[in-house]
Nanobody, 126 residues
Framework: QVHVVESGGGLVQAGGSLRLSCEASGMISGVGSVNWYRQTPGKERELVAKSLTSRSRTYADSVKGRFTISTISRDNGKITVSLQMSSLKPEDTAVYYC?????????????????WGQGTQVVVSS
């Protein structure tokens, strides 16, 4: 099991910055990626940024150049990943969720798991 907790949401004016943090703890061996998604009412959850253990990073087109995902630490059974958000726009308003994906060998196959945090609200005022 992996326990995922987000923090750092809040209210900010358009053009401002905010930093979200995701802390994943527990069975972190085999974690292949830590990702940020966001969701607004009535819409599907969308991928914002992806961080792979290979250090590869990918971003949604809508946030490229404005958001940066970084692995802050990975030790002692804990992974901390941040999402630095700059030049925020009202359309960035959403609940932001941290997603952790883990794979491990079980028997003769590979088991894939994913875990979600409870979400943190970001509101950008115009």
């Amino acid at each position: 099991q992996v326990h995922v907790v987000e923090s750092g949401g809040g209210l900010v004016q358009a053009g401002g910055s905010l930093r979200l943090s995701c802390e994943a703890s527990g069975m972190i061996s085999g974690v292949g990626s830590v990702n940020w998604y966001r969701q607004t009412p009535g819409k599907e959850r969308e991928l914002v940024a992806k961080s792979l253990t290979s250090r590869s990073r990918t971003y949604a087109d809508s946030v490229k150049g404005r958001f940066t995902i970084s692995t802050i630490s990975r030790d002692n059974g804990k992974i901390t990943v941040s999402l630095q958000m700059s030049s925020l726009k009202p359309e960035d308003t959403a609940v932001y969720y941290c997603n952790v994906r883990r794979s491990y060998v079980q028997g003769s196959g590979v088991r894939n798991e994913e875990y979600w945090g409870q979400g943190t609200q970001v509101v950008v005022s115009s």
